[in-house]
């Protein structure tokens, strides 16, 4: 499996971005899909999961209101929509993709396979 993500950039406090994400190779319905980041010194942390069926989604409390995940499996796509964006949000940015069911919480997932980050910087 293979993830490619794009859509990352330079914007101004309030401003809004699209990640984008390809995934290729044999993906599984028990698959989930997650945005990570990692700002400097700081852990990685996922901030908006879905589950492959679409049913279950998770946001970080941080990104709740703001920011929306998606995905369309007919192109094995995943997008992170984020909008009013902060300075906080600026970090590098990173698609996974997981294993687990509908009804595991998406953070419990074996986040087995991921892209190469995109960098979103938010200036204020």
């Known amino acids: 499996v293979q993830l490619q993500a794009s859509g990352g950039g330079l914007v101004q406090a309030g401003g809004s971005l699209r990640l984008s994400c390809a995934a290729s190779?044999?993906?599984?319905?028990?698959?989930?899909l997650g945005w990570f980041r990692q700002a400097p010194g700081q852990e990685r942390e996922l901030v908006a999961g879905?589950?492959?069926?679409?049913?279950?989604?998770y946001y970080a409390d941080s990104v709740k209101g703001r920011f929306a995940i998606s995905r369309d499996s007919a192109l094995n796509m995943v997008y992170l929509q984020m909008t009013s964006l902060k300075p906080e949000d600026t970090a590098v940015y990173f698609c996974a993709l997981g294993n687990g069911a509908d009804g595991i919480d998406l953070r419990r997932y074996a986040w087995m396979y991921w892209g190469q980050g995109t960098l979103v910087t938010v200036s204020s």
């Open positions: 879905i589950t492959w069926s679409g049913v279950d989604t």
């Open positions: 190779g044999r993906i599984f319905s028990t698959y989930g």
